[in-house]
């Protein structure tokens, strides 16, 4: 989300903002960090704790990421099964680094734009994990069976078998 779709968010919302928290310009770059204008936050809202902890989920989500496509991109290139590192807790952690990164956006500089749009972009990641899981256990079978049943899908330990 652009500084300046932002800002025309606010714009077309300033008439119920400016009567809720009268005062505040809204049009100012710091008070377009709603969430810390609206808990009364004041000061710099680059070191509020949404900024910070968007800065958190955002880099977290990157590491994730990051970690998820070096255990893939050599798993692929041996044509085997990727279950090390990130993909020995979660079997789709490539897509939950790409929802915690737009979480900590979320977080920083939420619009009606970025509201509407992050629960339509979770269930297409949530999609593109069902087509996943059906092209990986096309190609390996009862290993892949295995993993999923051993290894949950988003979030680590929850439903997860013990092997045995």
Known sequence: MSPVTGSMVIYLLS????????????????NGHLLEVMFGWRGNPHWGPFHLLST???????WLL??????????????????????????????????IIMFGFLLQWPTLLTL????????????????EEADMLAQFGERYQSYRQHTP?????KGQTQHH
Not at 22 to 29: K, Y
Not at 56 to 62: D, E, K, M, R, Y
Not at 117 to 131: D, T
């Open 66 to 99: 990051s970690a998820a496509w070096r255990v893939l991109y050599h798993a692929q290139r041996r044509h085997e099964l990727a279950t090390a590192g990130p993909y020995a807790r979660i079997r789709h952690p490539q897509y939950v680094g790409f929802v």
């Open 15 to 30: 008439g119920w903002l400016g009567s809720r928290f009268p005062g505040v310009d809204f049009m100012s770059h710091d």
């Open 56 to 62: 958190v989920l955002i880099f977290a989500g990157f």
């Open 116 to 131: 509407l749009m992050f629960p339509i972009l979770v269930w297409i990641y949530s999609r593109l994990a069902l087509h």
């Open 153 to 157: 899908a988003f979030i680590p330990g």
